[in-house]
C-alpha cells in the first residue's frame, strides 16, 4: 500500500478485556515497530521485528502485551486484560531495513474504561 | 527569528519568522538522527534525517544541524508558515538495529 495502515483507528474496551491491533506495513519493508504514545508525550519504543523475527521486545510493559508477525507482513499488537494505564496511541512503523528512516500510521487509540 | 538555546516544550512564532528547535541527545554512539512532525490525530511524519558523518543538511525550508561535541541536534525553519504548526520530535538511533528513541516534543504555533 502507499503508506502504513492501522486498524482499528479508536477501540474502547473495558477494563479487563483483551484488544488486537492490527498493522499492515508498506510493502517490501523488512522492518516493523511499535511504539506507545501517551498523551502529550513522544512515542515510547514497544518491540521489532524484522521479517518474522521479533528481535527486540523489551519495551513491551508487562506480558499482558504480546506482539506478532508470523508472516513477515502484517503485525498485530495484542493486549491481555486491558488496564486504564494502557490507554493511549499504539503507532506501528516500517522501514526498508534497520537503522532507515521509520514511515508510521496513523495509530489506534485505546480507550480504557 | 525565534530560537530556543535549551529544549522548551512549546515555540510561538510569526509567519514568515524563521524558527529553531533544539534538542539534546542521549547517547554518546547514536550516529543517526532524524526530526519528525506530528499534527494532531496523525502519525509522526519524517522531515528530514542526518547521519553522525555529517554535521549539517538541508532540505527544502528546513536544516538540520548536529553537533556531536555537546551532544546537539537542532531544525531550522525558514519563512515559518501556519501548516508549519505540530509538534516536533528529535530521534535518534544507532547501528545494530536498534529502535528509534524519541525525544521531548516541541509544539510549534505559527501565528499569521
Known amino acids: 500500500g502507499a503508506g502504513v495502515s492501522q486498524s482499528p483507528r479508536y477501540k474502547v474496551a473495558k477494563r479487563g478485556q483483551d484488544v488486537a491491533l492490527r498493522c499492515d506495513p508498506i510493502s517490501g519493508h523488512v522492518s516493523l515497530f511499535w511504539y506507545q504514545q501517551a498523551l502529550g508525550q513522544g512515542p515510547e519504543f514497544l518491540t521489532y521485528?524484522?521479517?518474522?523475527?521479533?528481535?527486540?521486545k523489551s519495551g513491551l510493559p508487562s506480558d499482558r502485551f504480546f506482539a506478532e508477525r508470523p508472516e513477515g507482513s502484517v503485525s498485530t499488537l495484542k493486549i491481555q486484560r486491558t488496564q486504564q494505564e494502557d490507554s493511549a496511541v499504539y503507532l506501528c512503523?516500517?522501514?526498508?531495513?534497520?537503522?532507515?528512516?521509520?514511515?508510521f500510521g496513523s495509530g489506534t487509540q485505546l480507550s480504557v474504561l | 527569528g525565534e530560537s530556543v538555546g535549551l529544549h522548551l516544550p512549546t515555540l510561538s512564532v510569526q509567519e514568515g519568522d524563521n524558527s529553531i528547535i533544539n534538542c539534546a541527545y542521549s547517547n554518546s554512539a547514536s550516529d543517526y538522527f532524524i526530526w519528525y512532525k506530528q499534527e494532531s490525530g496523525k502519525g509522526p511524519q519524517f522531515i528530514i534525517d542526518i547521519r553522525s558523518n555529517m554535521d549539517k543538511r538541508q532540505g527544502q525550508r528546513v536544516t538540520v544541524l548536529l553537533n556531536k561535541t555537546v551532544k546537539h541536534l537542532s531544525l531550522q525553519i525558514a519563512a515559518t508558515q501556519p501548516g508549519d504548526s505540530a509538534v516536533y520530535f528529535c530521534a535518534e538511533t544507532h547501528q545494530a538495529g536498534t529502535a528509534l528513541i524519541f525525544g521531548k516534543g516541541t509544539t510549534l504555533s505559527v501565528s499569521s
Open positions: 521485528f524484522q521479517n518474522e523475527a521479533q528481535l527486540d
Open positions: 512503523a516500517s522501514s526498508l531495513s534497520t537503522n532507515e528512516k521509520l514511515f
